[in-house]
């Protein structure tokens, strides 16, 4: 039940653009995630088509590759209780204007094509896209406040 995972998010292109790293960062920090490793980055084309693989071939493809490598990146490694989907649900849903009220999708973009931040899907995905940008030595391990605050309060 209580099944910590890793998740790989990223604020894309236009959410750095547009000032949002903080209030990004704040939903998963002020969720009790604890963000493992974090960095801005310029995405390379080697890292682009390994990440959107799933994707090749589709209509949006090209535009997404280009997207993704338009402008600066925040890469994280997000950690916490069923964070794959935990993650998920604070996104909201890709079409910005299907995502429930209160998500960062329908909060902060209109489009699908800006639709300012990344997670991963699945616990498989999210191991392959964290060895796309990051390695292990990058990924801290200790525990977090949220983790040392349970144990203080020690009820299990
Ligand atoms: P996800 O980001 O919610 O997991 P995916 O289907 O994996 O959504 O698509 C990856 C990204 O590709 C989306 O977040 C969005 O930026 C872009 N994308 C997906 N489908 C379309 C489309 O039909 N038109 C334009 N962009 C798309
Ligand atoms: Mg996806």
Known sequence: MTERERTFVAIKPDGVQRGL??????????????ISAMKMLKVTDEQARAHYAEHEGKPFYPRLIKYIQSGPVVAMVVEGVNAVAGVRHLMGATKPDEADVGTIRADYAQEMGYNVVHGSDSVESAQREIKIYFNENEIYSGKSAYELGNEYLNVD
């Open 21 to 34: 790293i903080g209030d990004i960062v704040k939903r998963f920090e002020q969720k009790g995630y604890k």
